[in-house]
């Protein structure tokens, strides 16, 4: 495993992360895991030089935080929290694809949320404290990170990053985010099919001394070669997986794709998982990649991939040159009414 640094904060990361989505609710991403073969996982992932974990609180209501706090109680200086906040999820009981009501700006709420984070992860420090998927008037909201630079202080939190999503775009708010200074890293959807706005994210990020995490480095399983036709998808995808807001025409396409990049791949022997990761590993920008892994298999394969020998500038050049010939994707952002809306309110 090779490791990177969150310059801001002098924070060592594992280039492959652990994402604790898949074993936070049952079938989530395909797979039902169990509370024991969740924490296999976790340990299987930290002797294999995993030591960044990524989270949230509304991840299985908590659930996730408990089983990584449970896991990790005896051992904590030895591993780098990640978890966000930010969703208010006390009101409903099960975390679907609708989201929830965001409430940053309470200041009793987020103290709450923070509080009750360090009792599930058993801790009285988070290493990075998240905004999770933060809109542009969040980011333009004084007292968020008033909040957040507090928590600094009291030494609650060592420092913070901005969770870009649920779906990919929001470029202004990550852009944004980078002139906070005591925010480390911005998390982003980045992969071979999927480069827009991470180009942007990424050079921004490298002029800014802010690292970048990213999410959904798969593509919904067709980057890993979970999936490689259209018989694999109806198989493996049933109505209660996160991947089924993937219309079948995307997946027909991607499959499509992947044959037009794997000449490259071919050059050195390289099956699209091991394209894809080091294609990503390859920006200087990239501190880590964060996979949702369904198993112990899964893990020890992404790292594998963490070896140092990534694509040269020619490849990435390649590829990025393929992905400027397909069709663009619409992107997300914060709608300009809502943020006039909410200007309004505050004057």
Known sequence: MKYRKLKRCDIEVSEIGFGAWAFSLPGWWGKKID????????????????????????????????????????????????????????????????????????????????????ERLQTDYIDIYGLHNPKLYHIRDKNVFDFLDEK???????????????????????????????????????????????????????????GIFVRVPD???VLTGEMKTMA?????????????????????????????????GHRYGYDIMQLSMRFILSKAAVTSIIPTFGSVEDIESFVAIADGNYLKSTDIDEIESIFDSWEPYELKFTQPDVINYINSKSQ
């Open 219 to 221: 593509a919904s399983g």
């Open 35 to 118: 509370e024991d073969g969740a924490k296999r996982m976790l340990k299987k992932a930290y002797d294999l030089g995993i030591n960044l974990f990524e989270i949230a609180d509304m991840y299985g209501q908590g659930r996730a935080e408990k089983i990584i706090g449970e896991v990790f109680k005896d051992m904590r200086d030895e591993v780098i929290f990640s978890t966000k906040y930010g969703y208010d999820f006390s009101k409903v009981k099960q975390i679907g694809h609708t989201e929830l009501p965001q409430r940053f700006s309470e200041r009793e709420f987020s103290e709450k949320m923070l509080e009750d984070s360090l």
């Open 232 to 264: 694999d998808v109806d198989k493996k995808i049933g109505d209660d997986d996160h991947r089924a807001v993937r219309k079948k025409q995307w997946f027909k396409e991607a499959f499509e794709k992947v044959e037009q990049v794997m000449p490259i």
């Open 152 to 210: 600094i202080k009291e030494g609650k939190i060592k420092t913070y990053q901005a969770a870009l999503g649920p779906a990919i775009g929001w470029a202004a708010e990550g852009l944004e985010s980078m002139g906070m200074p005591n925010l480390s890293a911005v998390q982003t959807v980045y992969n071979l099919f999927e480069q827009i706005p991470g180009r942007e994210l990424l050079e921004n990020a490298l002029k800014n001394d802010v």
